[in-house]
């Protein structure tokens, strides 16, 4: 008989490769989810026992986990839950999540979520450990390293005695953020996209929410309009978009909006990568200017 907690992430996988297909993603994803779950039902050994172990890598290693579901199964081992299946069901809530962590109430998970675009206890510690944690006002040395203590105990019980260390992590160039957020709107807009229904913010139900999987090479991106309070108090739910994708150290995200001020006023931007967004808009105008036909 498959460990309990095996056959809980074995369902979990099933799920999230069943709405994937529902939602038009690529079959070959959604297959890669089935396939890591019959993995997980055949196993001899639970996956804590796996993680504690060996770590991610020792994931890595079973027949149908890569990178990417390896860190989803962790994430379900340390918290109960997967972020991604949650989003894709129209549950997904990281700010209870990251409240859930002393020293972190409920307005300053919000903040995290909306400011930082953390949504797992794994970005937050990264986010602790890079520095931006203690950008924020708020969060004093004290705080970040209360945090930081708390997570490594709450964590420490999936990691390897030894843990590799973190390397830089390498972010998608702002072109291709853009040009996935171009789709996704374009989509939306003449509503060829599977609609969910968020559970907050939508007190009717409705199934508003246009969702769109798609790839820009190995990297699988899943865009959503932002259902934020921030959002909704801003007016401005069809203009951000989120984006989800792989990334080191996990899944990662984005937020791209139309920019309200200074020289990229009305243009779209990542929301903190302001000044790789004007260098890419200068570059387009150059070659524009280059190109045959150019007014002179």
């Excluded at 959604?30 to 504690?52: F, H, K, M, S, W």
């Excluded at 160039?173 to 060829?192: F, G, K, S």
């Excluded at 951000?240 to 243009?267: A, F, H, M, N």
Aim: glycine letters at 10%; aromatic letters at 4%.
């Amino acid at each position: 008989m498959s460990d309990p907690t095996n056959v809980k992430i074995a369902r979990m996988l099933e799920e999230t490769a069943s709405i994937l297909g529902e939602q038009g993603a690529n079959l070959y994803r959604a297959q890669a989810y089935r396939n890591a779950a019959q993995t997980l039902l055949g196993l001899d050994r639970p996956v804590t026992e796996i993680l504690e172990r060996q770590g991610v890598e020792g994931l890595r290693e079973l027949p149908g986990v890569g990178e990417a579901i390896a860190r989803f199964i962790r994430a379900a081992v340390e918290t109960g839950r997967l972020p991604m299946l949650e989003r894709l069901r129209g549950e997904s809530e990281p700010e209870l999540l990251l409240a859930s962590v002393p020293g972190i109430g409920h307005r300053l998970a919000e903040r995290l979520h909306r400011e930082l675009g953390v949504d797992t206890l794994e970005e937050l510690e990264m986010a602790a450990h890079d520095g931006r944690l203690a950008r924020l006002p708020g969060f004093g040395a004290k705080r970040v390293a209360g945090i930081v203590d708390s997570l490594a105990s709450r964590l420490g019980r999936v990691r390897p005695q030894a843990a590799p260390a973190r390397g830089p992590v390498e972010e998608p160039p702002v072109a291709e953020l853009l040009d996935v957020d171009r789709e996704y709107r374009e989509n939306a807009a003449v509503d060829t996209l599977r609609k969910i229904a968020p559970r907050r913010m939508n007190p009717t139900g409705e199934a508003w929410l246009p969702v769109l999987h798609t790839a820009r090479g190995k990297r699988h991106y899943t865009a959503l309009f932002s259902n934020t309070p921030r959002a909704h108090q801003m007016g401005t739910t069809r203009d951000w978009v989120v984006l989800y994708y792989d990334g080191g150290g996990g899944e990662r995200q984005c937020t791209v909006i139309t920019s309200q001020v200074g020289p990229l006023k009305g243009l779209r931007i990542v929301r903190g990568r302001e000044a790789e967004c004007e260098r890419h808009y200068r570059a387009l105008r150059d070659r524009s200017a280059r190109a045959p036909g150019a007014a002179r």
